[in-house]
């Protein structure tokens, strides 16, 4: 099972208007991060592939040490660039690539989900667990990825 994980609104609460506001960008809301961890541990088969704008940003080495150690050895990679000149033909830019991704690594028949503070980066019927992106993967969200993961 994969995980493609979106980072801003996910992992970093977006609380502009809040006091709760994150200063320092390359750490995780420790609150979302244990709620994500916590049911990372119950299954420990599951990989996490990010599909998250740090990509364009961030060497891939930089992420996993965001992680505590033990899920950290479990972040295994991006999601590829889709071609730009391409882009615009795909309604669906997030899921074209995490498409992409499976392809390239020969896993189209994998299980998979998605966790977005935007969904509609995907289609309606794809897996995806939507995140409130003022307060983040909380219990809530726990929960639903638990379901999808069971």
């Not at 704008?53 to 992680?67: A, D, G, K, N, Y």
């Not at 660039?81 to 669906?92: A, C, D, G, S, V």
Request: hydrophobic share 35%; glycine share 2%.
């Amino acid at each position: 099972m994969l995980i493609f994980l979106d980072i801003d609104g996910v992992l970093i609460p977006d609380r502009r208007n809040g006091s709760s506001l994150q200063t320092d960008t390359m750490k995780f809301n420790s609150t979302c991060l244990n709620h994500f961890e916590n049911v990372l541990r119950s299954y420990p088969n599951v990989r996490v592939v990010i599909s998250s704008s740090w990509r364009e940003i961030f060497p891939f080495e930089v992420i996993p040490p965001l992680f505590s150690p033990d899920i950290a050895t479990r972040i295994i990679g991006f999601t590829p660039f889709l071609n730009p000149k391409n882009i615009h033909q795909h309604k669906y830019l997030r899921h074209q690539e995490v498409l992409e991704y499976l392809r390239q690594n020969q896993a189209e028949n994998s299980p998979w989900v998605a966790i977005d503070d935007i969904p509609e980066h995907y289609p309606p019927d794809a897996p995806v667990v939507a995140i409130d992106d003022y307060n983040g993967f909380d219990q809530n969200s726990a929960k639903i990825l638990s379901e999808y993961l069971t």
